[in-house]
């Protein structure tokens, strides 16, 4: 049988939800020990373990969405997913990751080991999350058909614009999500964004819960406390090529570990993660025949859609188009759905 190529995505935060309450014990039973290790690490740092968040009885949003259990929680979901994959079916040509899915996508491509992805994660989180640190909000750039709508656009164009004379309240693009503009400031900035632009489908533009001002230069002390607590030595070259936020490609062999510390420590914490570039690139240069995405949850399912679409990948033009594609012979697969999770894993 002839290996389909694949391109495997991470998650970032805020895809640990209630539907996905018991996910590691649903899927994830075969990698206790594996589970255990990291579980050994909460319990040193003194929290919750991994095992009593993932079997709660109810879904405690206060709980499960905490930074320090939801980012570990995500981590874990998603790394025991990519080491479920077919490898007889399935050749992982790349890997990236949205946000704090890079972190993920690191140690998925053995850029760090499993508990220093693991580290990494949950001592990252603690770092960029705070009261004072801002937050974000997300808005959609795209019509109902998944195509660019240049007014939404220039929308968030202005009031970034706009933003910029003040000396506190900045407003940032934090992340290019597909076809959807995450942006961080201030509380105050966030507050300001949320009424001027334009209402849409009596939702956006939606603050997200628990977010800080990531990818800013809000996160600049974020960025210099990494850097204290992270050595020259934590960072290898990857097994698998990677690419990060800004499309270049991290290739193995090829790889200086301090220049890839150099990004995660710093641009990719400081300045505007391009998720969508990412995407794009990895459709350019490896072509894949799937691209796969690790649970928990499948909200990275619609952004990516709208880069493929953005990209006219596969003569790929709106969003019925890419429906009626993915009928016929799915070209994206989300491990957190099941029915598309039954056709990556063995």
């Known amino acids: 049988m002839t290996k389909q190529r694949a391109v495997v995505i991470c998650p970032g935060r805020g895809t640990y939800n209630r539907k996905e309450l018991g996910y590691l014990a649903r899927y994830h039973a075969d990698k206790k020990n594996l589970l255990d290790e990291f579980d050994a690490l909460r ?15 109810v879904f405690k949003s ?6 320090q259990n939801a980012a570990p929680l995500i981590m874990s979901c998603a790394y025991a997913d990519f080491l479920s994959i077919d ?6 040509v790349a890997v990236t990751g949205n946000s704090m899915g890079w972190y993920i996508a690191l140690t998925c491509a053995q850029a760090v080991e499993a508990q220093q992805g693991f580290d990494l994660v949950s001592t990252m989180s603690d770092f960029t999350q705070g009261a004072d640190l801002g937050g974000q909000l997300i ?13 939404r656009v220039q929308d968030v164009k202005n009031i970034i614009a706009a933003s910029q004379s003040s000396s506190e309240n900045q407003l940032y693009m934090s992340i290019e999500f597909g076809g959807y503009a995450v942006l961080a400031g201030s509380h105050a900035a966030i507050r300001e964004a949320k009424q001027k632009l334009p209402v849409i489908d009596d939702q956006f533009p939606m603050e997200l819960p628990g977010h800080s001002a990531f990818h800013t230069p809000l996160m600049q002390r974020a960025s210099e406390k990494a850097f204290d607590y992270f050595g020259d030595d934590f960072f290898a070259s990857p097994h698998v090529p990677l690419v990060d936020g800004d499309g270049r490609v991290w290739q193995p062999q090829l790889t200086q570990p301090s220049a890839l510390r150099e990004y995660t420590l710093n641009n990719q914490v400081t300045q505007t993660y391009g998720f969508s570039k990412a995407v794009s690139v990895a459709l350019r240069e490896f072509a894949p025949d799937t691209v796969i995405l ?8 619609g952004a990516v859609a709208q880069v493929m679409i953005n990209e006219k990948w596969q003569n790929l033009a709106n969003k019925d188009d890419f429906i009626a594609r993915q009928d ?19």
């Not at 319990?43 to 009885?57: C, E, I, Y």
């Open 87 to 92: 490898r007889d079916k399935y050749d992982i």
């Open 62 to 67: 206060k709980e499960h969405l905490q930074a």
């Open 43 to 57: 319990q040193q740092q003194g929290k919750a373990t991994l095992a009593s968040l993932d079997s709660a009885n």
């Open 139 to 151: 808005y959609p750039l795209v019509n109902e058909q998944w195509e660019l709508d240049d007014t």
């Open 294 to 301: 690790t649970g928990p949850g499948s909200t990275m399912g």
């Open 328 to 346: 016929k012979s799915p070209i994206l697969l989300a491990m957190g759905l099941e029915e598309q999770r039954k056709l990556v894993v063995s």
